[in-house]
C-alpha cells in the first residue's frame, strides 16, 4: 500500500507541475498579444495623427 501512495505523489506532482506551466505559458502568451495590440494600436495613432497634420498643411 505505500508504494502506491508513492506512485500518487509522483504522478500528483508531475500534474502540477504541468499546470504550472500552463498557467506561465498562457500568461506569457497573453503579454505578447497584449503587446501586439498595443503597438498596433500606436502605429495606427501616429498614422492618423501624421494624416491630420497633412490635411492641416493643405487646407
Known amino acids: 500500500m505505500g508504494g502506491r501512495g508513492a506512485i500518487g ?3 500528483s ?3 502540477l507541475w504541468l499546470c504550472a506551466i ?3 505559458l498562457s500568461l506569457y502568451m ?3 498579444e497584449r503587446q ?3 503597438r498596433d494600436r500606436m502605429l495606427a495613432e ?3 495623427a501624421a494624416e491630420a497634420e497633412g490635411a492641416g ?3
Open 30 to 32: 497573453v503579454a505578447v
Open 57 to 59: 498643411e493643405d487646407v
Open 46 to 48: 501616429s498614422l492618423s
Open 36 to 38: 501586439i495590440q498595443n
Open 13 to 15: 506532482m508531475r500534474v
Open 9 to 11: 505523489d509522483k504522478w
Open 22 to 24: 500552463g498557467s506561465a
